[in-house]
């Protein structure tokens, strides 16, 4: 299955529903520049990874490269529902550690701070 990914805002936050396989190829590419571009609209996102069943290496490369990018532009990435093979692969490659996880998408958008302001 292709990933697939609808957005929609919870308070401060821009949420990213994913859906399917974040994998080497059109996938990884298509998750990079959707979230460059959301990172214009809002500097807080949260990747809602409840319904993403598989990740590879690359996948998991994108998700550090989001990171790093929302970071840099003064943005911010959380994680949100990770399945048993995302949070495997996060464990295993000891990036768990640098992305803050949530249960819920609800959750990961409600703990955002307040803007400034």
Partial sequence: MLLQTSTRTLGN???????????F??????LRNQVKDLL???KRIVLNLANVNYIDSTGVGT??????????AGGEIKLAALTGRVKDV???TKLGS????????????????????
């Fill in 90 to 92: 996060l464990a295993i």
């Fill in 13 to 23: 936050a821009l949420i990213v529903d994913c859906s399917g396989r974040i994998v």
């Fill in 63 to 72: 998700l550090v490269g989001v990171y790093a990018s929302a970071h840099s």
């Fill in 98 to 117: 640098i992305f803050e996880t949530f249960p819920t998408a609800e959750e990961a958008a409600s703990s955002f701070k307040p803007a400034a302001g």
């Fill in 40 to 42: 214009n609209q809002s």
């Fill in 25 to 30: 190829g059109d996938e990884t590419a298509f």
